[in-house]
């Protein structure tokens, strides 16, 4: 079983809840990574549904609360059955906590209808010729720890935008980085890849909003207001290309969008607000 699978594993604990736990290795600032906790609760709406002929369409998540590392509770209700198109609901907490993460999802089988793509993927270079993350910064700038999620779960390579200690005249909101898990968790078919670790890749955006932004003297983090993810097809690389953009920020909020594309498929597209916060206010 790969990390990714572990992570999301729930057991049924009664009607409608289940129990599940996630550990630190999955850490981003301060917390577990949001996106990682809505696949946890989707893989909860799943079996409750019990219907794996229908395959997760959309989900939105509102973070209400903070929800840590350790033992996790999900309680699901699905909020309508249909023979081709279901509607589910679940809250994913830790134990004891008031709120958590509310994650509302559509199911819905294989439908007749029309097919286009209007997006494009942005041309770059492959992954193996961009730089990782991981990979140590140049000689006099800051040195950055990966924090654990990206130091040991997932691999990062920037394939579009500025390094983040660069200085240039012109930045623009937009940034496309290739990213993949350390142990890919491919289904039991070995062709695909698990759909929910797509949506936890969706969750990472605020980069675009650092590309607009460059160095800023006041460090900053954004955080997750919301997440919404339509999924479009399946995943059959370990690698995929997250194109994403900021398209506004203001308020102390910002808009943020992102594209997930395997090869010259659009598999994914997600949204969501964020909101700026600041060390020392913590």
């Not at 009607?15 to 696949?39: C, K």
């Amino acid at each position: 079983m790969t990390p990714f699978a572990s992570a999301t594993t729930v057991a049924r604990s009664g009607e409608g809840t289940y129990r599940g736990a996630v550990d630190e290795s999955w850490t981003l600032r301060p917390l577990p990574q949001g996106g990682l906790m809505t696949a946890v609760a989707l893989r909860a709406m799943e079996d409750a549904l019990g219907d794996p002929a229908q395959c997760l369409r959309t989900m939105h998540t509102l973070f209400v609360g903070q929800v840590a590392q350790g033992e996790l509770e999900i309680e699901v209700d699905v909020l309508r059955r249909g023979r081709s198109m279901s509607h589910v609901r679940a809250e994913i907490r830790n134990p004891g906590a008031a709120s958590g993460h509310i994650t509302t999802a559509v199911f819905g089988r294989v439908r007749d209808g029309f097919e286009f793509t209007e997006l494009r993927r942005p041309d770059v270079p492959a992954p193996d010729d961009c730089p990782s993350f991981r990979d140590p910064p140049p000689p006099g700038t800051p040195v950055w720890t990966p924090m654990p999620f990206w130091a040991t779960r997932v691999e990062g390579r920037a394939a579009l935008g500025v390094a983040p200690w660069e200085v240039v005249e012109h930045r623009t909101a937009e940034q496309a980085t290739w990213y993949r898990l350390d142990d890919p968790p491919w289904l039991d078919d070995g062709v695909r890849i698990d759909p929910l670790s797509i949506v936890m890749l969706a969750d990472i955006m605020p980069g675009a909003i650092g590309q607009r932004l460059g160095p800023t003297a006041r460090p900053w983090f954004g955080p997750s207001v919301d997440l919404t993810v339509h999924v479009f097809g399946d995943c059959h690389s370990p690698w995929v290309l997250a194109h994403n953009t900021a398209r506004w920020a203001g308020d102390g909020y910002a808009s943020i969008d992102q594209a997930i594309w395997d090869g010259d498929r659009l598999i994914a597209y997600a949204t969501q607000v964020s909101y700026f916060t600041f060390p020392e206010s913590v």
